[in-house]
């Protein structure tokens, strides 16, 4: 009886608050997911596996294997079937595809083609058009019996399938009957193909402020409609997980994702940032002798370091910015280095300055503020030129510019800027003692 009455708590659960179940599931393993959405009827778990995480989806899939997977997706809207699918395994995708009706498997197949960030991958393909050698009457007939959900403009096509233009609601309606549909299509209609990506795809939206564009193959030929709100939303989750990818947790890490999942994540790049702590502190043991003799270096160590580090991060979260968004271009490399470099080592110059005027109220030594503030010029010129240069190089080399670039920018910050102060103070020793 108790294990009924739960089981009926947590259906209530599920259909009443599908978003708060679908971060519920989240946290939990995906077996104790899996186990979960068994229990439950496969057409109230569908508004759940719609709001959950492409790849939490995808590893909840896993676990209750292609039949059961089947009857869930088979209550998704083709794109979010699509999503899941992209994130297991493709023995798993063709047995949980082979046993869906025809038409529906035909319409997720066609968007697994595409990457899940691209116009194609994020699409939805049923949208319903209307030729145009059609008359103005048959064309409102063919709009009355097309499903609410599938209309959003009025796409024209040609016989081919092939994007001719688009119709104007008002003047359709205020037509003879008998006219020709072919007569009133305004053919400069905005489209997009099936590979452009999301980032672009955003600002295009964004742009030209429509609430749906079309989507073209390589042939013109209308593929389905990519829906305003939902691009923003997934660009907004990349821009989220790009945030979490600079300090090295996962892209798809939730706050309330299982402890296993956290640590699968965030432990690589743990051990990485301890590898580069050595390589700091090994710095530091070379100079070990020179700390001795004048402690005050010590006390100074960390603001050479910490001013370093503010640097390096502002260029990073520029450049990161800027490719994102698609404003470096092929051939601008060059030229964000050295003006990010060129800025750094002014605000350096500038930072020097009042540091070195501080260092000399607090101890009186001549070459203490010199030392400090030469060092303090050279790491912050090196965290300018880092901060452009690590993920420009990221992304030349095939790889996320934002994958873990302020772990590396530390490195950098630390070991240049360690060398530097502790080179000055050997340099200018009779100075200080």
Not at 89 to 112: C, F, N, V, W
Not at 310 to 326: D, E, K
């Amino acid at each position: 009886m108790a294990t009924q009455a739960l089981e009926s708590l947590v259906r209530s659960f599920v259909i009443e608050h599908p978003e708060d179940a679908a971060r519920s599931l989240e946290s939990l393993s995906p077996a104790d997911a899996g186990e979960i959405l068994r229990r439950l009827p496969a057409r109230s778990v569908g508004a759940v596996l719609e709001r959950l995480a492409a790849e939490p989806a995808g590893a909840i899939l896993a676990e209750i294997g292609a039949d059961e997977g089947r009857e869930l997706l088979d209550h998704l809207p083709p794109r979010h079937a699509a999503a899941i699918l992209h994130h297991v395994d493709e023995a798993l995708r063709d047995a949980t595809l082979d046993g869906l009706p025809a038409q529906r498997a035909r319409q997720i197949r066609s968007l697994l083609v595409y990457p899940s960030d691209s116009a194609g991958g994020m699409m939805e393909p049923h949208v319903t058009s209307i030729a145009i050698d059609l008359t103005v009457n048959d064309a409102i007939d063919a709009i009355r019996r097309a499903p609410r959900q599938t209309l959003y403009y009025l796409y024209v096509t040609d016989r081919e399938g092939r994007l001719a233009g688009v119709l104007n609601m008002r003047e359709l309606l205020l037509a003879q009957p008998s006219d020709p549909v072919a007569s009133m299509v305004h053919r400069d209609v905005v489209s997009v193909p099936a590979t452009m990506d999301r980032e672009e795809l955003a600002q295009l939206m964004t742009d030209r402020r429509f609430i749906a564009l079309p989507v073209v193959d390589q042939d013109g030929r209308l593929l389905g409609i990519v829906k305003h709100d939902e691009v923003i939303e997934a660009v907004q989750e990349e821009a989220f997980g790009d945030l979490q990818k600079l300090s090295g947790a996962g892209e798809d890490e939730r706050a309330l994702s299982p402890v296993a999942t956290v640590v699968k994540k965030r432990l690589p790049w743990l051990l990485v940032n301890l590898a580069t702590a050595f390589l700091a502190s090994a710095v530091i043991g070379v100079f070990e002798g020179v700390i001795e003799k004048v402690t005050a270096l010590a006390v100074l160590l960390p603001i050479v370091a910490g001013q370093g580090g503010n640097t390096g991060a502002q260029s990073l979260a520029v450049v990161i910015r800027g490719i994102a968004l698609r404003e470096l271009g092929s051939g601008t490399s060059r030229r964000v280095m050295v003006k990010e470099t060129l800025a750094a080592i002014l605000n350096g110059l500038a930072i020097a300055v009042v540091t070195g005027f501080a260092v000399f109220l607090w101890d009186g030594r001549i070459g203490l503020v010199l030392v400090i503030a030469l060092a303090m010029i050279v790491n912050m010129a090196a965290a300018g030129l880092a901060g452009a240069g690590i993920p420009l190089l990221l992304r030349a080399a095939g790889r996320d510019p934002a994958q873990s670039a302020s772990i590396f920018l530390t490195t950098v910050t630390d070991i240049v800027g360690f060398t530097a102060f502790l080179g000055f103070a050997v340099l200018f020793m009779p100075m200080i003692q």
